[in-house]
T-cell receptor, first 110, second 113 residues
């Protein structure tokens, strides 16, 4: 089965800087990867999807890259704000089953 | 459109009891997936239903079961509760033909004493 790995250590950055989160997958290359945001006590919220034939995807201050050679996706938040503080989850799916990473907690300090 | 709703939001049970959780998907969505989320294991896939049929199942014991009704609402049942079943149970819905963006509910926080 697919395995999704994210850095379990929290990422602490200063407001205004760019946050970069990493998602690595094992086994087969997924058709796409998704990124979700989760706030404490709430369900994840979808942010971005990137397909395997796309190198990069952008949405406002968010940017996602997909490197099938490295088996890795990077998630960037530019000009980060304290309101961006949350846990960010990477996910993919295979045969109607979703696989999620354990998430990386981002702390943006003012 | 109203989002995914889950009831109840909080639940306290004792070991050996059983529990039923409910999920109402977004109107028009035919697929409902269930997840268990714990601090140690992260988000773990339980099962997915589409048009009242279980399409896929994760690696959980048979104590965990589910069903989906004709209106796409879904229920999840856990029998003979164990302390380790304490978790946030999330359901997510999608239109169903392909599993792309999932819309999650707020979750049910289950505590087993």
């Amino acid at each position: 089965s697919q395995k999704i790995e994210q850095n379990s250590e929290a990422l602490n950055i200063q407001e205004g800087k760019t946050a970069t989160l990493t998602c690595n997958y094992t086994n087969y290359s997924p058709a796409y990867l998704q990124w979700y945001r989760q706030d404490p006590g709430r369900g994840p919220v979808f942010l971005l999807l990137i397909r395997e034939n796309e190198k990069e995807k952008r949405k406002e201050r968010l940017k996602v890259t997909f490197d099938t050679t490295l088996k890795q996706s990077l998630f960037h938040i530019t000009a980060s704000q304290p309101a961006d503080s949350a846990t960010y989850l990477c996910a993919t799916h295979n045969f109607n089953k979703f696989y999620f990473g354990s998430g990386t907690k981002l702390n943006v300090k003012p | 459109k109203a989002g995914v709703t889950q009831t109840p939001r909080y639940l306290i049970k004792t070991r050996g009891q059983q529990v039923t959780l409910s999920c109402s998907p977004i109107s028009g969505h035919r697929s409902v997936s269930w997840y268990q989320q714990t601090p140690g294991q992260g988000l773990q896939f339980l099962f997915e239903y589409f048009s009242e049929t279980q399409r896929n199942k994760g690696n959980f014991p048979g104590r965990f079961s589910g069903r989906q009704f004709s209106n796409s609402r879904s229920e999840m049942n856990v029998s003979t509760l164990e302390l380790g079943d304490s978790a946030l149970y999330l359901c997510a819905s999608t239109p169903g033909l392909q599993l792309y963006e999932q819309f999650f509910g707020p979750g049910t926080r289950l505590t087993v004493l």
